[in-house]
C-alpha cells in the first residue's frame, strides 16, 4: 500500500461520521444555550470537538462555564459548580463532581461524556487564575490557525494512538491532544513532521512564536502560544519520545495501516507463561493488593512509587532486579519482580565505625567479637563483620512488614496496612492481569515489527 | 603483668646476646677489611646491626661498598659486582646475584644471610644517583640521634612482628625498620608513641626536621629527615596503620607479652572447614596456578592484580564477590573467591546504543529481533534486549579462557598460559593452603584478643 492510500484509507475510518458530527454539534448548541441563558455565564466548546480535531468514535464533549473573573474562588466554585449541576440534571443522567485543579461535573448525555467546567473568562492568558482557565485560549489558538490541518490532526493522533504514546496522563507519558495539534502546526502536516522526527534528539525546542520566557529540562520543549513559561510536552518521557521517532522511521520505510490500527497483542496461555518463566531461570514474585478507590492518574503513580520503593529493599538486602512492573487492575493491583537470583549465602558483611572513633568502635566490636560468622576484622580504617543475613529469599522480604517502612505511595500504603498477598512463580498466574503478564514477558513492544521488517531488508 | 614487667621480659627474650654480637661484628668486621683492601671501595655497615637495632636471632647483615661518585653506573656495575663477588667467594658460600634497583651479591656466611651491595659514595643525601645510595645516609641519621633509645626500637619492632604488620614489603604493606626507628625518634620511646597512636588520624604528617617539600596523598606521612620529598611510610596501608593504633590501645589497656609474641593461630581441621563452608551458605572456589620462580614482592602484587582483575570479570557477569584473596605457596598459588551466589537467572539485559543512531540502532534490532528472550523495546532512548547468559556458574566463567584477557600480572599470566585447575567447596582444601583456608575462613586478626578483653570489660 503506497503512503497516500494507506493514510486515506484510514482518514476514511476515523473522520466523524456526518450524524456524528450533527449529534454532537447540537447537544454542544443546547448546552451553551442553557449557559447563556443562565446569565451568570457564558459557555464555550473547547477540546478536539471545538477544534475539529477530534476522532471517529470518540464520545468526549467539553463545555466550559466562563465565568466574571472578579468573582472569589470560592464564589466561582459555588456558583459555577451550581450551574453546571442545573445543567447536568435538566440534560443528562449519572452526574458525577470530579476534580482537576476545580471541581467539575462529569454527566452522560446520552451516548455522550460531557465535562461541565466552570472557569474564569480572563482578558488575557497571562491573566489566568487557575490552569483550567488556559484552555479557552488553547481552543481559540488552535481554530484560529488549524484550517486545511485537521485532516493531519487527525492521522496523527490516531497515528499515536495505535502506537501506544497518545495520552499524557501519568500512565502513559506520551503526547497530548493539544501537542499533537501544535506539532501538526509547526511541521505543517503529518508527513513532513514525521520527516523531521526522524532527525529529533532530547533537547529540541519548538517555540512556534518564539516567545519562550524560560529554560525547560524535559526531553522535548514545545512552548506554549499561549504562556511563553509552559513546556506542552512537559510530561513526555524520554521513552515515548524515542518510540514516536521510531515509530516514524519504521512508517516512512514502509507504510502500513498496521501502524494506526495494531493487531491484538499476543496473550500468553498459561503453559506458554510456564515456559517461559522457566526458561528465563529468573524467580518471579506478585505483591497484590486491594486496588484504592482511586483515579489511575493518582494511583498508577504511587504504583511505581512502591515498586521503586521495594526494589530499592530488595537490593539493599542483596537481590537484584531483573526487571518489575506494576499494574492497576480493577479490584487488585499488582507489583510484579522478576529477580535474577533468589537464594543468597547465608553470611553477609556488615560494615562497622571507622576505628578512630573509640566509643563506637568499642561498641561495635564488643558487640559482635562473640556474635558473628569472621571478624571484627579492619579494612582501610573501617571495622567489619560478618554475620547472618536477615533475608536469604525474597520471598521472605516481601512477606515482611518491613516494607510499610520504605516510602509507599499514601493509598498504597493505606491498602498495604490492609494486608498484601505474595505469589510466587506459576501462582502469579492470576486472571485479572494475564494481559499485564503477556506485556511484562513477551516484552515486545508496537515497534517489534518495524524490526522485523528492517532485519528482511537486510537479508 | 604490669606493663614493665610485660617489656623487661619481652627484652630479655629479644636484645641479642653477646656471642650474636661478637660473632656479627667479628665478620662484619673482615668483610670491612676487605672491601678497604681492595683500594677501590670503602666498606660500610649499615642496617639494624650497624644501628644497633637488630633483634635477636635475626641473620640479615648488610655490608656497603661504597665506590667513588664520578664513577659511570656501568663501571659502578661492573667493579662493585666483581668486588663483591670475590668477597663473597672468599668468604662463604652458596653466592646469588639478586636485584633491587642495582644488582648486589647475596651470600651466606656461616649462619648469617649477607648482602653485600655496591653503591655511590656520595658527598650528600640530595647527590644520591640512585635509592641504594641513600642508605649510608639512614645509617648515619638513626646512629648519630638513637643513641639510649635501641631497647625502644627492639621493643617496637617486636610489637609490629607480633602484630602482624611489621615489614614494607608488598606482600605486609607494614612498618619498616627504619620507619620504626624514626617514630621513636619522634616520640621519645615505645610507650610515648603508643600513647600517641591513639590519637592518630589518616593524613598525620611527621616531619622531624621540619623540611618536607612535598604534598603526600598517603595515610601517614614521615619526611625522610635525608630527603625532604621522601616520605618514610610510603608504602605503609590504612589498613595496617590502623591495626597498629587498634594494637596500641589494646596494649595500653591491657598489656601483655602476647602482643609480643602471640600464641599461634588456630589451624582449621577438615570437618570444622566443611561445617563452615556449610554454614556460610557461599560458593567457593580456588583457582591454582604454578607458582611462578620469584620473589613474593614481585608475584604476589601481580597475584593480587589477577584477583582484582579476575573479581571484576566475575562481578560484570553478574556474580556477586563476598570476598575473594589469595596465597603465593612454594609450589603453586591460590586464588580463592567465595561468591554470594552462585546460579544466575538464565536470561541477562543487554543495553544497546541509543536510538539516535540509526546505523547502529539498525544492526542492533536487526540482529536481536529474532534471537532473544525479549525485546529489542526502547527506555529513556536506547534499545535493550534480553539475551541468553553466557555464564550461569562461576564455575564455567572461572574454567574460561576469557580469563586469560583480562589484566593478570604478567608472570601470573604467563603460568596460567599452562594451564589452572579450579577447586569448588571441599576440595579446595589443599594441604599447602591450610593455614591461608584457616586464617580466610576464621577471618580473626591478632586484634581479637583485644576485642574479647574489652568485652569482658564492659560486662
Redesign the interface.
Known sequence: LSRIACEETVLNHIRPKSEEYEHIWSVAGRLIGAVNRSGIAQGMVVGSVARDTWVRGDRDLDVFLLFDPSLSRRDLEEKGLGLARDIAREFGENLKEKYAEHPYINVAIGDLDVDLVPCFAVETAAAIKSAVDRTPFHTKYICTHIKESTDDVLLLKQFMKGGGIYGSDHVTEGFAGYLCELLILHYGGFTPLLEAA?NW??GLIIDLIGHRAKDFEE?LVVVDPVDPRRNVASSL???K???F??LA?GYLEQPSIDFFFPPKATRLEYEEYVDLVH?????IYALCIHTPPLVPDIIVPQLRKSLDAICGLLERH?F?I??ADCCMGEDSSMLLFE???D???????HMGPT??N?VHA?KF??KY??NC??????????YYV?IERPY?RAEQLLGSAILLETSLGKHVKKAMQNGWKVLKGEDCWVEEFIPFLSSF?????P??R???Q??EE?E
Open positions: 526522524r534528539r532530547p526531553p518521557s524520554l521513552t519520545m524515542s518510540e521517532i521510531e522511521n526458561a528465563r531461570g529468573t524467580a542483596g537484584i531483573h526487571r529477580i535474577a537470583v537464594r543468597l549465602s547465608a553470611v553477609q558483611i576505628i578512630f573509640r568499642q566490636t564488643s567479637v562473640d560468622h569472621a571478624g571484627p576484622y579492619i579494612m582501610n580504617g573501617r560478618e536469604r514477558f513477551n516484552k515486545r513492544s515497534l517489534l518495524i524490526f522485523h528492517r532485519a537486510i
